[in-house]
């Protein structure tokens, strides 16, 4: 166990008497502020409440108010008696809670401040990262449920005595055998009309969309993308000096009506037809002919994001957009396709790929080597033959069974322990559920509230008003499911419950 160091005077302390503010509300900002900049580590234990108030020169009662309501917001722990702690387990949204102080750089000045405008933009998109637990956190797959032990005989059969080229750089588009591999898979269970050829094997997705910005857009041109959708997508974007405009969904999917009146020079659409990302909705049949119609009248291009298409637990999905635009009477060429193995296998793995039109590989080979060469080579022949000798199926099929089964344990267990909290409703894929406000839980906090309130109590969840670029969007949470264990469900969801009830 990490020692605990006392905080007694590691930061300076100050009430203002003819401030405004209330004493204990000046408090309870100044600590709060020194635990989110690190000024006061995880694991500090503060002061007493009576060493406070005579430190301070208040009543007790001012101090006791003040580090309540930071401990009821989850940035304090600790048991009565035993002193008062801060947190080790910090929700990822606290931290982004308040702006923490920026570290100087060594000409003067904070680094954000020597960042430029898109390197500060990165920044604003993506949360620092506090504990992260199993439940609920969205997209953690059930990894003690992954072949490691085949995986492991893999990867030990190709490198105990590699051919002599392995070693050496690889292919900008990738490990022959694993595109081939990967075209098999899609042609026959998406419907993709692919071939080895077409296939780039990247560094996980985010790599993807990257290729695709730099390598078809000009800087400044406008991407339509979806309200809400993954804050991951548009740091690719904003990184390629493209602007990203929301456009917000209708029942059938991305609306193109508003996509056109929000910027109709769009030159890429982004979009996640099979489930889309955070709502869990399908784009309809007819949407998604009316978006390839979109896409070539304007000689624009759609980037189809096939996120959580392999867990799909009633129906059949409809067929891929790729397979579709290629099957049009005067040809295709205008989707690009991509996937990853993050969420179907384990997250560490960082491969994905792109299906680029048939005219356009060549030429993207060629822009891969100019910026990183090649993807990492280690895991390409071991995944490559995980699919060729039918156990990434296999896999599939089984995490299929037990994520359905996971999804009705949350299912039952939220109608008994989240009635009057949230509504959870059923879904027909994915890895995760949105559970939406009740108009009582919305009077009394904020989903980014409840997010705090859930850390505290050891869950991690996602508030669903932090995926709209635009406005605060509707109140709820994101419940991933796929990492928790049947008989831990129940118990996962009472904690929540409680700390959504309390206060």
């Not at 078809?216 to 690719?236: A, D, K, S």
């Not at 949407?287 to 979109?294: E, G, K, N, S, V």
Request: with cysteine; glycine share 10%; net charge positive.
């Amino acid at each position: 166990m990490p020692r605990r160091r006392k905080g007694a005077s590691l930061i300076a302390l100050a009430l203002d008497r003819d401030a405004p503010e209330a004493l204990h509300r000046q408090l309870y900002r100044q600590i709060r502020d020194a635990v989110l900049s690190g000024r006061l580590a995880p694991g500090t234990r503060l002061p007493s409440s009576r060493s406070l108030s005579g430190e301070l020169a208040c009543s007790r009662n001012t101090v006791v108010n003040a580090l309540e309501q930071l401990h009821s917001e989850g940035y304090l722990g600790g048991l009565r008696g035993s002193g008062t702690y801060v947190s080790e387990e910090l929700p990822d949204q606290l931290l982004n809670a308040v702006r923490p102080t920026a570290p100087e750089t060594p000409g003067g000045g904070s680094a954000e401040a020597a960042l430029s405008g898109r390197g500060r933009a990165l920044l604003g998109l993506m949360p620092r990262r506090g504990a992260r637990h199993r439940a609920f956190l969205p997209g953690l797959p059930a990894l003690e449920h992954f072949p490691f032990d085949v995986w492991g005989r893999l990867l030990g059969r190709v490198w105990r005595q590699p051919p002599e080229a392995l070693p050496r750089h690889g292919e900008p588009a990738g490990h022959p055998p694993l595109r081939a591999a990967i075209a098999d898979y899609l042609r026959a269970v998406r419907a993709l009309d692919c071939d080895a050829g077409q296939v780039m094997i990247t560094s996980g997705a985010q790599q993807g969309v990257d290729l695709v910005a730099r390598l078809l857009l000009e800087p400044g041109e406008r991407v339509w993308i979806e309200e809400p959708g993954y804050p991951g997508l548009r740091g690719p974007l904003l990184a390629a000096g493209l602007e990203p405009v929301p456009v917000p969904l209708d029942a059938q999917g991305l609306s193109l009506e508003a996509g056109r009146r929000r910027a109709p020079d769009a030159r890429l659409a982004v979009v996640t037809p099979s489930h889309q990302y955070p709502l869990g909705r399908t784009m309809s049949l007819a949407r998604r002919l009316a978006l390839l119609d979109w896409a070539h009248e304007r000689g624009a291009w759609i980037l189809e994001d096939d996120y959580d298409s392999e867990y799909r637990y009633a129906g059949r999905p409809f067929a891929a957009l790729q397979g579709l635009d290629a099957r049009r009477p005067e040809g295709g060429g205008r989707v690009i396709y991509l996937g990853s193995f993050s969420k179907v296998l384990f997250p560490a793995l960082r491969l994905g790929y792109l299906v680029i039109p048939g005219p356009l590989a060549a030429a993207f080979a060629r822009g891969r080597a100019a910026l990183d060469d090649h993807a990492p080579l280690i895991a390409q022949p071991a995944l490559a033959a995980f699919i060729e000798e039918g156990h990434f199926a296999a896999h599939v099929r089984r995490m299929r069974r037990l994520y359905a089964a996971r999804q009705q344990a949350l299912l039952a267990a939220a109608r008994t322990q989240l009635a009057g909290l949230l509504t959870v409703e059923p879904d027909e894929a994915g890895m995760h559920l949105t559970a939406h406000f009740t108009p009582a839980l919305a009077r009394r906090m904020t989903d980014r509230e409840a997010t705090r309130r859930a850390a505290a109590a050891g869950i991690t969840v996602m508030p669903l008003s932090s995926y709209f670029l635009e406005g605060a969007g509707p109140q709820g949470l994101l419940l991933g499911y796929a990492a928790v264990p049947e008989q831990a469900m129940a118990g996962a969801v009472r904690r929540l419950a409680g700390a959504l009830a309390g206060g």
